[in-house]
């Protein structure tokens, strides 16, 4: 056996797991995980020196998680890519999604007075107008989203999904409004839980800003407190956003959100934000920043 097979089970032999006993362990067949590997390469064997095939442990967890995903009408190639992009349940961050997947978005320290600037204009020139968008708002604290609710009622009207994600207190389970957006309890320690994100995935109007609260700030003004933060308008980019939220919130019950992850599941189709949208977008920033002493 090679050294970093040894490595890897801390030189025990015994804990590497045979294709038999992996689809025992995650109740698939041979042939089905044989397949898997031929056409997606996952998952990924071990090999001994003899060539036969060895799982780890780790592996079980995996094939598990395609499973859940594949039984909540996730595509199998969509549900392959998730698991190994996100190998420990509940860790789902929009922010560290984008800056795994896109490093080449620039990242930037905002004030949340400038977040906000850019969050209401994204809301009215890209959610409010793209045709039948796919939407995601997350807000931290419900007071922050009370704030917003009035807004996110009429773009729900007009999109063709409305999710909002946020700490709602006494707020067990997801809530699918009649006239807004389907709001997704989260518990404090989801990461999503400190992130802020408005994604508009549309073909004509796609756009993307999620932002990570810095940690210290207990005493800086509410508006003053820093955030980093991406801004993307990149179809693609986008795309990984809006998957991202929409697995929260299925993970959360939410409902429509199984449709949704459907939905996205494909890559978007060559688009671009138009520019003129962008370009009053951008004006409504300058006017709202101007308005707040930004």
């Not at 362990?25 to 071990?46: D, N, V, Y």
């Not at 499973?67 to 595509?75: F, K, N, Q």
């Not at 006494?170 to 518990?187: D, F, I, N, S």
């Not at 004509?204 to 508006?223: F, I, K, M, N, Y």
Request: charged share 25%; proline share 7%.
């Amino acid at each position: 056996m090679n050294t970093s097979l040894n490595s890897a089970q801390g030189g025990d032999p015994d804990r590497l797991l045979t294709i038999g006993t992996l689809a025992e362990r995650t109740g698939l067949s041979t042939a089905t995980l044989r397949m898997w590997e031929q056409r997606h390469g996952f998952p990924t064997p071990q090999r001994l020196e003899s060539g036969h095939r060895r799982y780890l442990e780790a592996d079980v967890a995996a094939v598990e998680r395609v499973v859940r995903r594949r039984e909540a009408g996730v595509r199998l190639d969509v549900a392959i890519a998730d698991s190994i992009a996100d190998p420990e349940p509940g860790g789902l961050s929009v922010y560290a999604e984008l800056r795994r997947k896109h490093p080449h978005v620039p990242v930037q320290r905002l004030h949340k007075r400038t977040l906000l600037a850019l969050s209401w204009a994204i809301e009215d020139e890209f959610c409010a107008k793209a045709e039948r968008a796919m939407i995601f708002g997350a807000f931290q604290h419900e007071r922050h989203y009370e704030a917003a609710r009035l807004r996110w009622n009429e773009l729900a009207m007009v999109s063709g999904a409305a999710f909002v994600l946020a700490q709602f207190p006494g707020m067990e389970q997801p809530q699918a409004q009649e006239r807004g957006p389907v709001l997704v309890p989260l518990p404090p320690d989801e990461p999503m839980a400190r992130e802020w994100a408005i994604v508009c995935d549309s073909f004509e109007l796609p756009a993307a800003l999620t932002a990570w609260e810095l940690p210290g700030q207990l005493g800086v003004p509410d508006r003053e407190r820093v955030f980093e933060s991406m801004l993307t308008f990149d179809p693609t980019t986008v795309r990984d956003a809006a998957r991202t939220c929409a697995r929260v919130a299925q993970r959360a019950g939410g409902e429509g959100a199984s449709s949704a992850l459907h939905e996205l599941a494909d890559q978007p189709a060559p688009g671009y934000a138009d520019l003129a949208s962008v370009s009053a977008m951008l004006g409504r920033v300058l006017a709202y920043v101007d308005r707040f002493g930004g």
